[in-house]
Nanobody, 126 residues
Framework: QLQLVESGGGLVQPGGSLRLSCTAS????????IGWFRQAPGKEREGVSC???????TKYADSVKGRFTISRDAKNTVYLQMNSLKPDDTATYYC????????????????????WGQGTQVTVSS
């Protein structure tokens, strides 16, 4: 059973940076497409960024384009580098895994992800 663990969240000032990590136990992430999602209190869950199994295809929400970068390495970890953070980025961030690739249009469709981590809190505040 794949289990996902997020880390790297915290409190950061506006304009600052954080790097979130998603690691796995029970299997290797090489077999999965990975997505980063976030949810703030009172708001719907939002697909932030997703990456295909090969790492070739990526997708970003318009709200984070040019500021966030998703990547994966050979050490069973997927990263979300977050730069130029804004107060609106405050949320609990979750990584999720999906066993099959899909169209680029559907890459960040939350219902297609079967495995979810517990989340890590990101707070952007001065």
């Amino acid at each position: 059973q794949l289990q996902l663990v997020e880390s790297g969240g915290g409190l950061v000032q506006p304009g600052g940076s954080l790097r979130l990590s998603c690691t796995a136990s029970g299997s290797t992430l090489d077999w999965y497409a990975i997505g980063w999602f976030r949810q703030a209190p009172g708001k719907e869950r939002e697909g932030v960024s997703c990456i295909s199994r090969s790492g070739i295809n990526t997708k970003y929400a318009d709200s984070v384009k040019g500021r966030f970068t998703i990547s994966r390495d050979a050490k069973n970890t997927v990263y979300l580098q977050m730069n130029s953070l804004k107060p609106d980025d405050t949320a609990t961030y979750y990584c999720a895994a999906r066993a099959k690739d899909t169209t680029i249009q559907a890459m960040c469709t939350a219902s297609l992800f079967a495995y979810w981590g517990q989340g890590t809190q990101v707070t952007v505040s001065s």
